[in-house]
Every structure is written in C-alpha cells, then in structure tokens.
C-alpha cells in the first residue's frame, strides 16, 4: 500500500539533545498528524495540522505542516528517556475525496541516558 | 476510560480458525478503521466504515471482512485465518470537522 516517506527510520540520541524527523510526499496533502506508539500499544495522537504553514506545539514537541503542503516535520526538544518510542506521521491526500490517512513508515528513537 | 476499546487485547489461533476481533468505541464518532501493522511498517488500512450502512475496502482487504453492528461498534473476522496474518490490528475513529484519528490499543494476533 502507498506509504509516506519518512526519516529516518531510527536515530539514538543522548538524553538533552533535540530531535528532528520529518515526512515527505509527492502529493499533496490537506491534514497532518503526528503519533507516538510505545510497545504493544496503539498510536497516540501527539499533534494534528490542518493548514499549510501551521506550526504547533505540544509541551516540547513542535510540527509544522509544509508551506508546499507535501512536508511536515516534528521536533522534540531536550529528550528525556520516556520519548522513546517509535514515531509516526500520517497524511490525509487532498485529492483522495475521502477520510483516508495514509502513515509513514516510523521513526524509532532511542534515547541515551 | 478508553474512547476506543480492543478485545480481545491478545490472541493465539491455528490455521484455519474463524476469529473475530472487536472494537468499541465511546466518542460517537461515525467513522471506524482496521489497520494491520507488522514490524517495521507503518499501518496499513484494511476496512474503513463512514457510517453504519457505509463499508469499504482498503488496501489490504483480502482474507478479511468486517461488520458495523452500530455507530460505536466495528468487528474485523478472519474467516480462515492464515499464519501471514500473524500481525498487531488496530481499530481506530475520527469524526468531525477535523476528522482526526484515535487508535485503540490493539490486538496481538498469533496465528500457528
């Protein structure tokens, strides 16, 4: 099925550092959400964009939905051990007439402490 | 309480079995989904339903089939369960303008 390019696929960082990971697409996009699964559990919803150009924040973590609408990043400032967890992005294509997401691959961050 | 509910949370079956896996959901959203996730991938949508007389295919859908018993309720059945469906499933809803989507905790299913 027809994923989103995201990066990277895993990072270790030491606890302080900041994070950064973004998703690409080649479509157009009209809604991004950014989730955070820890092991054996479901995708928790950290941020939701809904207008080109939109920068959000949560606590720490800071997205933005791309100005060409085919991007968005998520930033985690100062990591501590509980960010670990595996990170993914989800887009809603413009063109796709309907609610369908479509979800990255997955970011997997480990954090050293 | 959970918005969105799995049961059952773990499950181990043979070859052949007929399962079927639950989800309800307390946010009076009309809008319901079945993912698939396997290591290393992202998810993947089996079923989607917009409504309770609305249901639709997704990516993945063979070997698959679904019910919508009520707004708040959307089962997934394996008719004939294969070990290639061995996976983590996952129900989630959105609803509203924004239309953003939670998930439930999941499924484990092993299938021997």
């Known amino acids: 099925g027809q994923q989103l390019n995201q990066s990277p696929q895993s990072m270790f960082i030491q606890e302080g550092e900041d994070v950064s990971m973004n998703c690409t697409s080649s479509?157009?996009?009209?809604?991004w959400l950014w989730y955070k699964q820890d092991p054996g559990e479901g995708p928790v919803l950290l941020i939701a964009?809904?207008?080109?150009?939109e920068l959000t924040s949560n606590g720490r973590l800071t997205a933005q939905f791309g100005i060409t609408r085919k991007d968005s990043f998520l930033n985690i400032s100062a990591s501590i051990p509980s960010d670990v967890g595996i990170y993914f992005c989800?887009?809603?294509?413009?063109?796709?007439?309907?609610?369908?997401?479509?979800f990255g691959t997955g970011t997997r961050l480990k954090v050293l402490a | 309480d959970a918005d969105v509910t799995q049961t059952p949370r773990n499950r181990i079956t043979k070859t052949g079995k007929r399962i079927m896996l639950e989800c309800s959901q307390t946010k009076g959203h009309d809008r319901m989904y079945w993912y698939r996730q396997d290591p290393g991938l992202g998810l993947q949508l089996i079923y989607y339903s917009f409504d309770v007389k609305d249901i639709n295919k997704g990516e993945i859908s063979d070997g698959y089939s679904v019910s919508r018993q009520a707004q708040a309720k959307f089962s997934l059945s394996l008719e004939s369960a294969i070990p290639n469906q061995t996976a983590l499933y996952f129900c989630a809803t959105s609803g509203g303008f924004a239309d953003t989507q939670y998930f439930g905790p999941g499924t484990r299913l092993t299938v021997l």
């Open positions: 964009l809904y207008k080109a150009g």
């Open positions: 479509s157009i996009f009209n809604t």
């Open positions: 989800a887009g809603q294509p413009a063109t796709s007439g309907t609610y369908k997401y479509i």
